[in-house]
């Protein structure tokens, strides 16, 4: 599994109620069925990953996340997860509130722009940068809202979301050290983790 899939998993409580948006071939909910007893479900917009994902038996639709949430009752879910998948959708404010909707808590993953190697990389060459995380060319890259540590935490205060945890790591899956200063966790970090919930 992918490094921000395990720190997710750390996160889900045994049992819970889970939304996977994004979910791929549902790696992450084949893992929470079986070690955590989680009832886990998923969305995910690319039909052949869809295709894989209920074919191993899990229960996946296909969908987006724009769009979908809408038709999930409140409260639904105990966990919503949206993982590196919040800078690939139109509307990132109004996914975050859906999710903050139909589930108690939400858990978001992403790469992370403000990262030195983007930064030095933009700065250096002049052009779009390409990283482990960042992995695409522009013209090619699904991403069309990329931000930084620093731009989520101003983006949940203005909405009104409360960060109950955040991470930041790299693709190796080290946690940096830098828990008590989002400044220097939006230096080295390469990607984020957040779990947020309503006021």
């Not at 990132?92 to 108690?104: H, N, S, T, W």
Request: hydrophobic share 45%; aromatic share 10%.
């Amino acid at each position: 599994m992918r490094v921000d899939l395990r720190l997710i998993a750390e996160m889900i409580t045994p049992g819970a109620r889970v939304l996977d948006i994004g979910c791929g071939d549902g790696a992450l909910l084949e893992y929470l069925a079986l070690a955590k007893g989680a009832d886990a479900r998923g969305i995910e917009i690319d039909m052949a990953e869809a295709t894989r994902a209920v074919a191993a038996g899990l229960a996946v639709i296909h969908g987006d996340a724009d769009n979908d949430l809408a038709f999930y009752p409140d409260a639904a879910f105990d966990f919503v997860i949206l993982s590196r998948t919040l800078q690939a959708v139109e509307k990132p404010r109004e996914v975050l509130r859906q999710m903050l909707r139909i589930g108690q808590h939400a858990i978001v993953s992403f790469p992370n722009f403000g990262h030195w190697a983007v930064r030095w990389q933009l700065a250096w060459t002049g052009r779009m940068p390409m990283t482990n995380t960042w992995n695409r060319g522009w013209y090619e890259t699904p991403n069309i809202h990329p931000c930084t540590i620093r731009d989520f935490f101003e983006l949940c205060e203005r909405d009104g979301f409360v960060v109950e945890e955040w991470l930041a790591a790299d693709d190796d899956g080290l946690k940096s050290p830098w828990r008590r200063s989002a400044r220097l966790a939006n230096l080295f970090g390469e990607q984020a983790l957040f779990k947020l919930r309503r006021k």
